[in-house]
């Protein structure tokens, strides 16, 4: 069974890969993922701050920055939160480049300018195969209006763009007021793909000590409704390529991430749940189900129900929305 894909430019015996997190944090851990057949291997994210904290380099080692700039160190997490700093990331970077075969993503996280974007440049030099852009921002300022909000990062595409010849990435949260017009904007911009979608992890709330909390929930198959919806309306709209991030857990996720249109899947939370070789699974899984359905290729089952394609494409719309409320009975 043919399930070969292309990806940012990358043509790909199939479309499983890991996500950006710790799964590739070290060597060991990187050959694990090849060797359980991962399509290509996306890096950790480095973070925006992590950059800010490099700038005030004695934050590290004496607390006198702290009262000279108490905005800045009270808005910046202590350098130990971070697995990679900006130097050992670069390193590491090259050292996976050597020791796989195939196509090595990197990943950046942040929205401003400065010296975030010109680190795009060090990590192409490093030996990226490719850079995927988490673009994640509240939007919290009642100031900012939301089409200012967009155009900076559209304007940070082209920016980075300007700097690289890397295939980019941009990583996308699904709360945008016109997420197709986003992304035609941001495909005009460069973008050789989008992800969809980044999982914004929420703060909890200790009522007895009085804090805000952080908790890791992994995600698990209820996630993937809403990346099915956009996949399945930007896939008609949109020729850069598309991947599913978020919710694949079983052979049947993975079929509907790539009928709506998705050319790469994006795995994370099942793999840090069972190891790398669900990789395997969902590669010889997904081979089956297409024997068994009479597909001849990926390619076939690719898109075959996106917005453009499926019997009732106003079920994407305001259609399936209505017909839900409609049917409760109590």
Avoid at 161 to 168: E, G, I, M, Q
Avoid at 181 to 208: M, S, T
């Amino acid at each position: 069974m043919d399930l070969s894909t292309e990806y940012l430019g990358f043509k790909l015996p199939h479309p499983f890969m890991p996500g950006a997190s710790p799964l590739a944090d070290t060597l060991d851990g990187v050959r694990r993922l090849e060797d359980a057949g991962a399509a290509a291997i996306v890096m950790r994210s480095l973070f925006e701050e992590q950059l800010l904290q490099e700038q005030l380099v004695t934050h590290r080692y004496t607390d006198f920055h702290r009262d000279t700039f108490p905005e800045a160190s009270s808005l910046l997490p202590e350098p130990e939160l971070f697995h990679l700093g900006p130097d050992t990331y670069l390193e590491h970077l090259r050292r996976v480049r050597a020791a796989v075969k195939v196509p090595v993503i990197a990943s950046l996280n942040g929205l401003t300018a400065a010296k975030w974007v010109e680190y795009a440049a060090l990590i192409e030099q490093a030996g990226a195969s490719a850079l995927e852009l988490n673009m994640y921002a509240m939007g919290a300022d009642p100031e900012q209006k939301a089409g200012e909000l967009e155009q900076r990062m559209v304007e940070l595409l082209l920016e980075i763009k300007r700097r690289v010849k890397l295939p980019v990435a941009v990583k996308l949260s699904p709360y945008f007021s016109s997420l197709s017009n986003l992304a035609k904007e941001l495909e005009h911009a460069g973008a050789a793909g989008l992800v969809l979608f980044n999982r914004l992890f929420q703060p909890e709330l200790d009522i007895e000590a009085l804090e805000l909390k952080r908790e890791l929930h992994l995600s698990d198959s209820s996630e993937l409704p809403l990346r099915l919806r956009w996949l399945g309306v930007l896939s008609a709209q949109v020729k850069c390529s598309l991947a599913a991030s978020g919710g694949v857990h079983s052979v049947p996720d993975a079929v509907k991430a790539l009928m709506t249109g998705a050319d790469g899947v994006q795995v994370v939370s099942l793999l840090l749940r069972k190891g790398p070789k669900e990789l395997e699974a969902l590669r010889t899984g997904l081979a089956r189900w297409l024997e068994e359905h009479e597909y001849t290729s990926l390619e076939q089952l690719r898109g075959s129900m996106n917005y453009e394609s499926c019997p009732d494409p106003s079920a994407y719309l305001r259609a399936n929305y209505v017909m839900m409320l409609q049917s409760w009975e109590g």
